[in-house]
Nanobody, 116 residues
Framework: QVQLVESGGGLVQAGGSLRLSCAASGNILSVKTMGWYRQAPGKQRELVATISSIRSTNYADSVKGRFTISGDNAKTAVYLQMNSLKPEDTAVYYC??????????WGQGTQVTVSS
């Protein structure tokens, strides 16, 4: 099992910044990808950004140039720096870990609200 706990969400004005953190524990040695997803009201959960065990990153087009994902080498934490936030970034943000055995693990989510 992998346990994930997110923090850092909150209310911010458009143009502002937030930094999300995800602390991981448990069987994380076989984790191949860490990432952030988000789900806005009435919409499906969508990928925001991922980082692999070899530090390769991937971003949704909507956040490229504004968000930066990073993680520590021990895979015990993953971060999402969010700059130039827009009202359409409002959502619950979820941390995700994927292991090499194909299993997915999710955090409980943290709310990000961007006011116009």
């Amino acid at each position: 099992q992998v346990q994930l706990v997110e923090s850092g969400g909150g209310l911010v004005q458009a143009g502002g910044s937030l930094r999300l953190s995800c602390a991981a524990s448990g069987n994380i040695l076989s984790v191949k990808t860490m990432g952030w997803y988000r789900q806005a009201p009435g919409k499906q959960r969508e990928l925001v950004a991922t980082i692999s065990s070899i530090r390769s990153t991937n971003y949704a087009d909507s956040v490229k140039g504004r968000f930066t994902i990073s993680g520590d080498n021990a895979k015990t934490a993953v971060y999402l720096q969010m700059n130039s936030l827009k009202p359409e970034d409002t959502a619950v943000y979820y941390c995700n870990y994927q292991r090499v055995d194909g299993r997915d693990f999710w955090g409980q989510g943290t709310q990000v609200t961007v006011s116009s």
